[in-house]
């Protein structure tokens, strides 16, 4: 008897993992299984001390191509719930990326649609190959913005931007994406993961207590005025201060040396 292939793959490098959305012939569009892989792998990966950067990616020439509409081909009689499918399967994914006290590294191999875009640019480093799209094509199929599209993209490439991509479903291409500050990088030709799996390779050579006060304090920036961001900045930086990274960062510089982190 044949046996499917997961869906989601997790692969555990020295110290970073890969994680990969595994439907490549309909571009690895989100059914349950897959969205509850990716939180599984998202957790596997968050909670191993080994683990010190996370790379996303999908398999084949698609990154993500949104929610699968198989799963919501109507039914005479019944109506889905949507907004029940994104809080129990969608948005824990997001938060899962942006409250991880590591850095998630998305390497967009192609396609990013919908959801699918919404995953990849809730990522901390989106880096994305020359050939990849990124498409808002919720108003395609008569939806509105979700897995965080609508809080993700105004600050990243700014209201008017964001408006006209989200109301005209149009894509955008990576280089443009880039252009825009909507991602970090572009890469040419098919080395957009071998380009993540290098940086996810450097950054876990770095303080992991640097990343975590990182995403913490950009996490609650958004919401918090001035005053409230100054004294979080002050109560991150007291606990980095008594770390043992700090005290090796210091010395190596002191020395003139290379900095050999012990993650405490
Ligand atoms: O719970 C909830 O519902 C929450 C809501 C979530 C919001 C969303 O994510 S809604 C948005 C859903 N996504 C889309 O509307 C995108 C739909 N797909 C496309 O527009 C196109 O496929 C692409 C522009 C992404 C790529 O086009 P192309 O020409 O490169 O590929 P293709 O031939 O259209 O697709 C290849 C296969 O993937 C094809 O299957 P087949 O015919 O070879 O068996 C196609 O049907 C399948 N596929 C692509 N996207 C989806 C999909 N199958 C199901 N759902 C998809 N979203």
Redesign the pocket.
Known sequence: MAVNPPVVLLRKAADYAVITLNRP???N??TVPLLEGLKAALDDANADPCCRAIVLTGAG??FC????????KPVEGQV?D?GA??LE??NPVILAIRQSDKPVICAVNG?A????ANIALACDIVLAADTA?F?Q??A??G?GP??GGSWLLPRLIGDARARALALLAE?IGAAQAQAWGMIWETVAGDSVLDRAQALAAELATRPPGSFAAIKQAFLASSGNSLSEQLALEAQLQRKAGHSEDYRIGVNAFLAGEQPRFVGR
Do not use: H
């Open positions: 012939e309909k571009l569009a989100c020439r698609g191509a949104g929610q699968d509409l198989n799963e919501r889905p949507l499918s994104l399967y969608y396609v649609a919908g959801a699918g799209k498409i094509a919720f395609r199929v939806l979700d897995a894509p």
